[in-house]
């Protein structure tokens, strides 16, 4: 019996280990410490508004088409906790994307959430590239999706949709954080500031310094 008893201590020990050592999913991309309390502020969200003074607007926003008169052809409308208040400790969020013909979301990623889209109208050709594998490589799952199609992107994998219709198309995404962060890929790499030293990108890409010095030249535009 107390072989029985030891056991069971010990499994609820080690499950309590594990419970403690998670750390839960970050709403911003850095918190630095401080010991200071009276200048710092623990963010994990935002500050809760008294419940007394909330209204229905609190949960309420109207969404127009995104302009998509730009380099990109498209335009990406968040509808985060930063747009819509009611949204807090509530971990979820969305995003309409707009597309004019050809118009293209760039490959990018969500670090803090997974998105399932669906497409309301139009024609779009969407991917996502795994992480590296064992044996070195990426995989690159495709579809073409029409009107009424669902797609799932998982959190952190490098994705984008590109319009191959021959009108406009618009896509609502769902996004599993109420904060889930954009990182576009091209802008990372070459508008970031300061820039990366092209001694890294160079050996990264495996190409001549010029073609890197034309990269971060150009004016890498941000569609969100």
Not at 203 to 209: G, M, P
Request: charged share 15%.
């Amino acid at each position: 019996m107390k072989v029985h008893v030891y056991f069971l201590i010990a499994t609820l020990a080690l499950a309590s280990s594990f419970v403690s050592a998670y750390d839960p999913s970050p709403l911003q991309d850095f918190c630095v410490a401080i010991n200071d309390t009276k200048n710092g502020v623990f963010v994990n969200g935002k500050f809760c508004k008294d419940p007394m003074l909330v209204k229905a607007d609190d949960f309420f926003k109207h969404v127009e088409p995104g302009n998509t008169d730009n380099p990109l052809g498209s335009k990406v409308t968040p509808v985060t906790v930063n747009e819509l208040f009611g949204l807090n400790t509530l971990g979820i969020s969305l995003a309409r994307i707009d597309f004019a013909p050809k118009g293209l979301n760039p490959p990018h990623t969500h670090p803090r959430a997974t998105e399932i889209l669906i497409v309301l109208e139009g024609t779009l050709y969407v991917g996502f590239v795994t992480s590296n594998q064992a044996d070195g490589s990426n995989r690159l799952f495709t579809k073409v999706l029409n009107k009424g199609d669902v797609f799932v992107f998982p959190i952190g994998l490098i994705h984008f949709q590109l319009n191959v219709g021959y009108g406009n198309a618009v896509a609502i995404a769902g996004l599993s954080s109420q904060n889930p962060g954009v990182i576009t890929i091209a802008n990372a790499l070459f508008k970031v500031s300061p820039p990366i030293s092209p001694e890294v990108l160079t050996k990264a890409f495996q190409v001549e310094k010029s073609v890197i010095d034309y990269l971060q030249k150009q004016n890498w535009y941000d569609n969100n």
